[in-house]
């Protein structure tokens, strides 16, 4: 049978603002359609998504489902229950997996997994967090890293946003919310600013949260050497981070820090935060330094800060990384299989 042929509908809770969930479907629909699956996109975010799902259930217009995110898949599921009729794929994304299975999510993120004939998540990590708390899983589970996928658009200048050649930048892609805590990078940079007053922070991402967004846009509009570019389009998204001599990310959580990933693949050395979803990206001192504070965020940027040479160095060795550990070509052979193998009689 050709089961690239076979319809295949994936479920997303977002698609329309540059998040992780958006990305992640954006990514893996065009590789698996060039890899000649019939791949077609149904957001949450859609006005008419309910009537639109059920229609394509009465119709039979799919022979797989698969659902991103377990507690808005499983909200979906507790709609639709007739779902559970057809094959479904899960992949977790990170906020359901850290903050919803151990909060009121709970019990929308277990019928998700319950439905679910294969349950994907992006670290072994999340294997053990899962099977340790309900092993009834452990024979769904699968871990695929999530491939690096930057596209090609005109080059930017630094001049034009503001940044001088002699700048040395720190960039943050993430949007604006409170799990991805901001203010440790804008805390912790403060710390070393005074003395190395070149030191500019560029950070990139949509609001998500408009009443944190409000706060940090507040902060930055007070310090002379902190960018806030905003949303930027995805296909743009390489150029600015090409832009950057560091990349950053001070999540408190993380599902896979696809951001920072993106700007590692430009031979960018990386800080991190020490967290589920971060931890075991990196070796300590070879792609770049894990903190926990923002004492050890300014130890690790001061060490940037001061050696071109380890910049240098570093972000050869981040770029080597992510070509060996987080290939999209993997990703998407992965995939391939996966959906094979649940379509099989």
């Known amino acids: 049978m ?3 042929s076979t319809p295949v509908l994936m479920l997303t809770p ?3 603002m540059q998040r992780g969930n958006t990305l992640t479907t954006l990514r893996l629909q065009t590789a698996l359609r060039q890899r000649g699956f019939t791949v077609d996109l149904l957001s949450l975010e859609e006005k008419g998504w309910r009537d639109s799902l059920r ?3 009465i119709n039979g217009k799919y022979s797989l489902v698969h659902g991103f995110n377990a507690r ?8 639709f229950p007739e779902l559970r009729n057809l094959p479904l794929i899960l992949t977790t994304t990170g906020s359901d997996l850290n903050y919803d299975l151990k909060n009121s999510g709970r019990d929308l993120v277990l019928a998700a997994f319950a439905a679910a004939e294969k349950i994907i998540v992006f670290h072994d990590y999340f294997q053990k967090l899962i099977g340790d708390a309900y092993p009834e899983y452990c024979s769904k589970l699968s871990t695929i890293p999530q491939g690096v996928w930057l596209e090609e658009s005109p080059p930017i200048k630094r001049e034009m946003i503001g940044l001088a050649a002699d700048n040395i930048v720190f960039a943050l892609p993430s949007g604006l919310r409170p799990v991805k805590d901001i203010e440790l990078a804008i805390d912790g940079l403060q710390r070393v600013y005074k003395d190395f007053p070149e030191l500019r922070l560029l950070i990139i991402g949509p609001v998500i949260d408009r009443d944190y967004g409000q706060k940090i846009k507040q902060r930055v509009s007070e310090l002379n050497w902190v960018f806030y570019l905003g949303e930027v389009l995805h296909s743009d998204m390489g150029n600015y981070l090409s832009l950057a001599d560091v ?3 001070t999540s408190q959580a993380e599902g896979q820090p696809q951001g920072l990933l993106e700007g590692m693949s430009q031979n960018k050395p990386a800080i991190l935060t020490a967290v589920p979803g971060n931890l075991d990206i990196i070796e300590e001192g070879r792609q770049g330094y894990y903190v926990r504070n923002q004492e050890e965020l ?5 060490k940037m800060l001061s050696s071109a040479e380890s910049r240098q160095r570093m972000g050869w060795e981040a770029g080597k990384l992510v070509k060996e550990k987080f ?3 993997r990703e998407i052979q992965s995939y391939a299989e996966l959906y094979r193998q649940v379509l099989s009689p």
């Open 2 to 4: 050709n089961w690239e």
């Open 14 to 16: 977002f698609h329309h």
């Open 55 to 57: 229609e394509y259930l």
């Open 72 to 79: 808005y898949f499983g909200g979906v599921l507790t709609e």
């Open 247 to 249: 990349i950053l990310n």
């Open 298 to 302: 300014a130890v690790a940027a001061r």
């Open 327 to 329: 290939s999209l070509a």
